[in-house]
């Protein structure tokens, strides 16, 4: 099968929190939409309804490699980007409560156990209406089921997905010096040569992976015609990079 490749571009439904970074009490979320949530998101992989173990990028997302596909990034388009700030509070309501050491107890007569989750601050959560696009890139197997609405964040946002197939050029890769990138890529995902055929870039230091923006990359890529009237330049050769994340 000849690779496909796909824009989706993306409208929030609803505001999108992503725990991006943390600042004291004030929960920020960074302008990009990472690409393993949108793997989760779009159904590529599901992880277990239950589960307090460590980050499970490896089992989950490594299958999606022997697989073909793959899920670029989201980059947030400027001239539509929105957010909202809002506060919350956790803490109870109860008669009785006090202040034990980062918890709060509501019995008198036992100290409450150390939660490990904030209980009051700030957030900054992507606002309704903010367009993202993202690209799908499948190299072998069915293409899988295009959702037209998934749901994204630590809230479960829904957002609204409308796809394009993009058209190749050619059947094979073409060589370019020096291509500028309109949107995101995951730093752990692109493959040795792309590394090394980085001449600039501005970067998202997030966990688990930086995402790079604005780069200048020399190598192969696949040419695609898009409905924008100027052609996209795909990297070859990403893959999810769960092998190497800690």
Not at 133 to 141: S, Y
Not at 142 to 160: E, H, M, V
Not at 215 to 240: E, I
Request: hydrophobic share 40%; net charge neutral; glycine share 8%.
């Amino acid at each position: 099968m000849a690779v496909e490749i796909y824009r989706a571009d993306l409208t929030l439904m609803e505001h999108t929190f992503f725990a991006s970074r943390e600042v004291g009490i004030y929960y920020e979320t960074e302008p990009v939409i990472g690409n393993y949530a949108l793997a989760y998101a779009l159904g590529l992989c599901a992880a277990p309804y239950y589960w307090d173990g460590p980050p499970r990028y490896k089992q989950d997302l490594g299958p999606l490699n022997s697989q073909g596909l793959y899920v670029t990034p989201g980059t947030l388009e400027p001239e539509s980007l929105r957010y909202t700030l809002s506060q919350f509070n956790a803490q109870t309501d109860s008669y009785f409560f006090r202040f034990d050491q980062n918890a709060i107890g509501t019995d008198p007569a036992k100290k409450a156990r150390a939660a490990n989750f904030p209980q009051s601050g700030k957030i900054r959560m992507l606002g309704q209406s903010s367009r993202a696009f993202f690209f799908l890139i499948i190299e072998q197997g069915d293409t899988p089921r295009l959702p037209s609405y998934i749901r994204l964040g630590k809230f479960n946002s829904k957002a609204r997905l409308v796809w394009e197939k993009l058209t190749l050029r050619s059947a094979e890769p073409v060589e370019r010096d020096n291509q500028r990138l309109e949107f995101l890529l995951n730093a752990a995902d692109l493959p040795p040569e792309a590394v090394s055929g980085l001449r600039s870039f501005s970067m998202y230091n997030l966990h688990p992976a930086p995402l790079l923006n604005h780069c200048h990359l020399s190598g192969n890529f696949w040419q695609c015609g898009a409905h924008t009237g100027r052609d996209v330049y795909m990297p070859v050769g990403m893959r999810f990079g769960v092998d190497t994340l800690a």
